[in-house]
């Protein structure tokens, strides 16, 4: 029976309740998304938008079962190489592993083996995440890429929270000065022709090191600082709160709220690996944050890549602009259309595989005999 109709008014007889679609957690900002490389924005809606960042999830949860909160980043299968071993190296209080990438011997005009350069690699994941798998495959990559010339050492520094400041930073010089000081005949190098790098977190422990070389009078010939760290004092309150209106750098404004690398991100990290409150003030602050250490003279040649839709962006780039005003050689990198992880992404972005090639054409310039 049809039902009956009435003199009501037809608009509210055809009313519908509207939907309303909420964008999903950790999604793209609307205003950010049309800047991405669409590759990665692709990508990240895929693999990413809807899950929750490793920073939202109880740092004791994530150490049970990392791989349940890991997501898949795109990162390139690095080329098979000669060997691939791991060692232990002595530090204050234990021993940490060093993942060590061969390429074959190269023999001179009288059948000896030729010295080779050296690469140590400092991994990203803001002093909390991270390990030996996170540039597993970048140092079988750069190893490849010199031809026989260069042996990278990965290197497992200990993280925080359960290891804060300043343990990353005195696990990497120890693994720097036991790479140069015990392994340079075991692996035949020249301990002359060393090299550090890294990314994000990495980046800022590579631009200590380089440092600290200069201090100790020890030769380095390149610091690779991959969308680099460089000052944990100027975005943050002490207690770890990000300072937006204090903040000098427009970049951590402008991706607040941007994919892989929020604001809210770093500040997690800045309350992990400093505490709360951070150390107070002191001579050694710099360890913290290199943009204020108190001499940039004579340090190693630099080659720095930032990345367009990154919050560290801004600081990456006054870093090398203060190298570069105090004499040292200067190679910037601002790759476009890329997020913080661009390294990582070399498997899916033109960006990330041109990252690549010119870490290694640096490397080749810089290490070789």
Same mark, same amino acid.
């Given at each position: 029976?049809?039902?009956?109709?009435?003199?009501?008014?037809?608009?509210?007889?055809q009313?519908?309740?509207?939907?309303n679609?909420?964008?999903?957690?950790?999604?793209?900002?609307l205003e950010?998304?049309?800047?991405?490389?669409?590759?990665?924005?692709?990508?990240?809606?895929k693999? !990413?938008?809807?899950?929750?960042?490793?920073h939202?999830?109880?740092?004791?949860?994530?150490?049970?079962?990392?791989?349940?909160?890991?997501?898949?980043?795109?990162?390139?299968?690095?080329?098979?190489?000669?060997?691939?071993?791991?060692?232990?190296?002595?530090?204050?209080?234990?021993?940490i592993?060093?993942?060590?990438?061969?390429p074959?011997?190269k023999l001179d005009?009288?059948?000896r083996?030729?010295?080779?350069?050296? #690469?140590?690699n400092?991994?990203?994941?803001?002093?909390?995440?991270?390990?030996?798998?996170?540039? +597993?495959?970048?140092?079988?990559t750069?190893?490849?890429?010199?031809?026989?010339?260069l042996v990278?050492?990965d290197?497992?520094?200990?993280? *925080?929270?359960?290891?804060?400041?300043?343990?990353?930073?005195?696990?990497?010089? *120890?693994?720097?000065?036991w790479?140069?000081g015990q392994k340079a005949?075991?692996?035949?190098?020249?301990?002359?022709?060393l090299?550090?790098?890294?990314?994000?977190?990495?980046?800022?422990?590579?631009?200590?090191?380089? +440092?600290l070389?200069r201090?100790?009078?020890?030769?380095?010939?390149?610091?690779?600082?991959?969308?680099?760290v460089?000052?944990?004092?100027?975005?943050f309150t002490?207690?770890?709160?990000?300072d937006r209106g204090?903040?000098?750098?427009?970049? #951590?404004?402008?991706?607040?709220?941007?994919?892989?690398?929020?604001a809210?991100?770093?500040?997690?990290?800045h309350?992990?690996?400093?505490?709360?409150p951070?150390?107070?003030?002191?001579?050694?602050?710099?360890?913290?944050?290199?943009?204020?250490?108190p001499?940039?003279?004579?340090?190693?040649?630099?080659?720095v890549?930032?990345?367009?839709?990154?919050?560290?962006?801004?600081e990456?780039?006054?870093?090398?602009?203060k190298?570069?005003? *105090?004499? !040292?050689?200067?190679?910037? !990198?601002r790759? *476009?259309?890329?997020?913080?992880?661009?390294?990582?992404?070399?498997?899916?972005l033109?960006?990330?595989?041109?990252? !690549?090639?010119?870490?290694?054409?640096?490397?080749?310039?810089?290490?070789?005999?």
């Amino acid at each position: 029976m049809a039902p009956q109709t009435s003199d009501g008014d037809p608009q509210l007889h055809q009313f519908r309740v509207p939907g309303n679609i909420l964008p999903l957690h950790n999604s793209i900002p609307l205003e950010l998304v049309h800047r991405y490389d669409p590759v990665y924005v692709e990508h990240y809606n895929k693999y !990413n938008a809807g899950r929750l960042h490793t920073h939202e999830v109880p740092i004791e949860e994530f150490r049970k079962d990392p791989a349940r909160y890991t997501t898949v980043y795109g990162r390139a299968v690095g080329p098979d190489i000669f060997r691939i071993t791991e060692q232990k190296c002595p530090v204050d209080g234990g021993e940490i592993a060093v993942r060590i990438f061969e390429p074959a011997p190269k023999l001179d005009d009288q059948g000896r083996p030729k010295k080779r350069a050296a #690469y140590l690699n400092f991994h990203g994941g803001g002093w909390v995440f991270g390990g030996l798998s996170a540039d +597993h495959d970048f140092c079988k990559t750069v190893v490849d890429g010199l031809d026989g010339d260069l042996v990278a050492f990965d290197v497992d520094y200990r993280l *925080a929270p359960e290891n804060k400041y300043p343990i990353a930073v005195e696990d990497c010089w *120890a693994a720097f000065n036991w790479v140069r000081g015990q392994k340079a005949v075991e692996f035949n190098l020249d301990p002359d022709r060393l090299s550090v790098g890294g990314a994000s977190a990495g980046g800022h422990l590579a631009a200590v090191i380089a +440092h600290l070389c200069r201090d100790a009078g020890i030769p380095l010939r390149l610091q690779v600082l991959t969308v680099p760290v460089c000052d944990m004092h100027s975005t943050f309150t002490p207690d770890g709160q990000f300072d937006r209106g204090k903040c000098p750098y427009e970049s #951590y404004r402008e991706m607040e709220f941007a994919p892989a690398l929020p604001a809210a991100r770093m500040a997690y990290f800045h309350r992990h690996f400093l505490g709360v409150p951070r150390p107070p003030p002191s001579k050694d602050d710099w360890k913290i944050s290199p943009m204020f250490a108190p001499n940039f003279q004579n340090l190693a040649k630099a080659f720095v890549s930032t990345a367009e839709l990154d919050p560290l962006r801004d600081e990456g780039e006054v870093y090398a602009a203060k190298l570069e005003a *105090a004499g !040292n050689r200067v190679e910037l !990198n601002r790759i *476009a259309g890329a997020p913080h992880l661009v390294a990582a992404l070399d498997g899916i972005l033109q960006g990330g595989q041109e990252y !690549n090639r010119k870490v290694i054409a640096a490397l080749k310039q810089e290490v070789r005999g």
